[in-house]
């Protein structure tokens, strides 16, 4: 069979092995898979460098499908080139316990490198993967020696381009000068409103001519030899992302959909598939695949043997040339912690002892870190300076010196949680974001998947109350606290005072799996601690911090009533305490920097740090109160913010607010009263 | 003196005035207002068009400070104009209780159109106030009677232009052809981790042309005749934006800070601020203004008063012209609704009885409202087919028929809100957005700021759970209605049945406040009622609905247990109360379409719903259980999500993650055991 019969015959298959799918599962969406087969067909039978028989090879290339909802395409690619995906998880697509969930899941299908489908997002992350590929690369490569040597393509829809989010990444990537990252920008004209007309009519490359990328087409989505030729000048670019605009029909083939918002969305239905198939000239069944298309395909998994045994031979040389180096990379790669890493926050203990700012131990903190953990990168959405996340000596990632360790995202908060992503994802490195609690909101999309993909990124907020002060209800976070904490998946941890603060990124870096820190613009006094000591191996053999939330001081074995504070307000219900003890009641001060860490507790631990008998339980946290009788129930009492705050210097606005130690131990004294 | 000499020493007089009071108050922005000072001067003086006299002048050109940190030359240029801002609110800036918050407020200020400081909300404001003088503009004005006539101006920043929501809305004010919107681009080359070179390397000018943008500039920041021409020129473009470039200095005049990210968010010093007077030749006190500087400015009050006068007399005329026209007009803008404008609800009781999707009555209640009430507009982000917020015959508002009332946000989500919250602003209409649930965390900072300041717009969210099934994970919002209900100021109501839904939208366009509706996919059936009506007038003179939560059906005046749901999960609590009934458990349940409604009315109504003698309770809602703690307690259960929801047919994940009459009874059998 010809070559260019053979290629048209494997992207039929891969446009009916979509179209079958989605009609089997009454639902799904079967156009962009139809419109787009020849791209990716012609991307990975021809230049993508993966191994389907093992999809962590270190040094493969990535593709990202930032349109997830084409997820059947991914599917299709995936089964047919001869990844862990058999045909009968391609006909069990979108039901129950499959491998084939509706939008493309990391951790769920092989081969699949993230989670998309919310737009914008894969766009992101493929920005954040190429920096990942650079920042590896200028670390490990040595002259003769390319061991991190890859590309990094994603398939984009006219929906991403118009989300925000790429526009802030595509910024960030024209800016550092990504070459090595490649999107094929799927213009197939529709959306689901009808023609992209009705909202989008910007001139795309002039756009990311703007943002300063290498721009290729338009050219023919049919036209096999035309993609292969813009693949090869893409990759030829230098010191540019590039984007290939590819003109596509979305459902190609249909005879009655094809072009239409009606195939975008739903199955094209039997009598509409069976007409495609006659107008392709498809002579097959459902689910049936030549077996001349399967062994051409299948020709991926001897092509990436080859790829990867090539990389190991040329990785044992570089192992014997660079043995330290081999090591740190294997042991990076694989998501492990040097020995010792830690050692530079058990030294901090010692230095730490005057009242400071958490955002300033923190600094303190991921300094101290970063000095044996060399992969902890990240930076800030122009806010180092307040984060403290700016480490020094480390230089800056830049165009013109990937070996920089800080990065600047820019005020782009979304793109920024995105890139981390991504930079997670891709393996090798631990990424870090920072900017104000109240600009989480921002990037609320990107940290949901984050959880939902179970990535490592850690997300550094400050300025994390009204306690900021004067910049006023614009940027003092009320419901943000509470509604990262309702995200599955997300450890939130607010540490009272500069201890905790060490063992909240102890745990931040060592955990597997997102972490929020939420930090203070203002000095914390260190608290008195009568409890389990805090540092590790404090409680039980962990630290105190690990278990969510502890007994600080006070109140004895029978506490009267039990005071339960976060980070700034822990030490104003230990000054309650102390008013209360005046009064012989004994207050127990329990500390719970982490909902999620203390939930995850055997009860009889929770029981212990809050006995079920003391129904006299007040919260105290310069947040919305929201969600705290968690822990006080029906019986207690919350201080909290009900509304927005005030400008004003921050500790007017804390007092005026009632987060006082008197206002705490009036809330105690009228709780005792009512459930006595 | 010479008009140039006059108007440098009122340039001076603003960045002296903004630079003393953030001195003063030791806290805030210096640098933008010292570099804009020329710019918007020279706007306000020559071209703006308000009465500081009345600053609710409907016709008044609109004047945004999207860069909202620069909030003291907005505050400088009222003082100084006549508004009501005294100088001992100058002197203020930044205290407890002052009317000059750290960042402007609309609502605390006289003359502050909308709340900024979150970088690119304000850029995305203004274009939906562009958007709202086009639709008053074709739907009122007459041949020789062009009574709304007005124009958008904004300061946007460096910040402003790298959040993804400006260039969604850039994106599509270019769609939309949106001239009498003109933008100045405060090009000042500093952000705060330093040189803009570091992460914004941008073409700026290139990318605002591919939007469709018209671009004037780069022109010097300090000329004010280049200023002047700049805005004739901006005023002179037809059907297209205009963005001014002018190359700015941040801190202008300070001698050691000028041109350095330390003149951005601190106070020069007092050495400093001296240096700077020296420099600038400014021989006047703190807070002092020249008598020639105050005469000038506040001649702005008497070309107000004119300009205003000369419309209400114009406004007579057209009033005799067109009187039904005028009386609509006065109506929509001061906020009131026609006599009888939900009639149209009444009516679709009589036809709604079968089982059908929230979002499908919300379609047609949508319809029927629109029918009298013209002035509710709004539209999707390109989900209006699933949504079902398309009403039928009222055209596409698109840049060739701004009398369309239907828009088409594109897949924008962030700017949709940011958009409506302008339009809503502006005055005049009734804005609504709509895509899915998940997708509200694409605009959270829009929905917290319609929140903050108090504006009239209506967010609707389809697909609100598990329920949607097939699209999986990344389509299913599990804390997304919790993390919703946690913002300060937003009602959110999740109606159960097509009946509460009709009062769900006859509450949220009557309220004045921010409004979510949440809304399922999949078809809901009737509920039988045994407790109040619903319909207006159906308890205490109000619907059942208003107060957020009521007695919908069984248990007696003293039931065993009482079930709470929302939504969906109320038929399955009536079916759960059904089978708890055979086994003589007398089961109460409690329909509570929105918590902010029900915590906000009497204890004593509160408590009749949910006796505080019945502690046996169990709430059903299929989103994350966090925060029902607030209704049943410690001592309850909650069915809920602890984690991501799954890819299959609806009924299916709603069936396994324990959403069944079964499995509520179950749960309030076990609680009934362990309080009893």
Known sequence: MASNALDLLCVNAIRFLS???????????????????????????????????????PDRDRFVLSNGHASMLLYSMLH?????????????????????????????????????????????????????EKMLA?????????????????????????????????????????????YFYDDNEISIEGDTDL?????????????????????????LEALDGAIRQAQAVHRKPTLVVVQTTIGFGAPNKAGTASAHGEPLGEEELAATREALGWNHGAFEVPDEVRDHMRRALDRGADAEADWNRRFKAYEAAYPEDAKTLRRDMAGELPADWDAGLDALYETLDGPIASRAVSGQALAAITERVDNLVGGSADLAPSTNTRVQGRGSFQAESYAGRNMHFGIREHAMGGIANGMAAHGGLIPYTATFLIFSDYMRPALRLAALSELHSIFVFTHD?????????????????????????LTVIRPADAHETLEAWRFAVSHDRPVVLVLTRQALPPLRREGPALRRGGLDGASALTRGGYVLSGGGDDPDVVLIGTGSEVAIAQSAADLLAEGDVKARVVSMPSWELFDAQ?????????????RARVSVEAGASFGWERYVGLDGAMIGMNGYGASAPGPEVLAKFGFTAENVQTAALRILEKVR
Chains 1, 2 share one sequence.
């Open 19 to 57: 179209a079958d799918a989605v009609q089997k599962a009454n639902s799904g969406h079967p156009g962009a898979p139809m419109g787009d087969a020849p791209v990716v067909y012609t991307l990975w039978d021809r230049f993508l460098r993966h191994n389907p028989g093992n999809p962590a090879w």
């Open 602 to 614: 055997p009860l009889e631990y929770r029981d212990s740090v809050l006995p079920p008998s003391v």
């Open 80 to 132: 047919l080139t001869g990844y862990d995906l058999p045909m009968e998880q391609i006909k069990q697509f979108r039901q129950w316990g499959s491998m084939t969930p509706g939008h493309p899941e990391r951790g769920v299908t092989p081969g699949v490198e993230v989670t998309t489908g919310p737009l914008g997002q894969g766009f992101a992350n493929a920005v954040g993967m190429a920096i990942a």
């Open 199 to 223: 909202s989008f009519r910007e001139d795309v490359p002039a756009r990311f001519r703007a943002y300063g990328w290498e721009v290729i087409g338009p050219i023919d989505g049919n036209d």
């Open 465 to 489: 109350s009204i306690g900021l002060g004067e910049d006023g209800p614009t940027h003092q976070p009320i419901s943000q606290l509470m509604s990262l904490r309702s995200i599955p998946g």
């Open 138 to 182: 200028v670390r490990y490569n040595h002259p003769g020696h390319e061991i991190i040597d890859h590309r990094t393509y994603a398939l984009v829809s006219d929906g991403d381009l118009q989300e925000g989010v790429a526009s802030e990444a595509a910024s960030l990537a024209g800016t550092l000068g990504l070459d090595r990252l490649i």
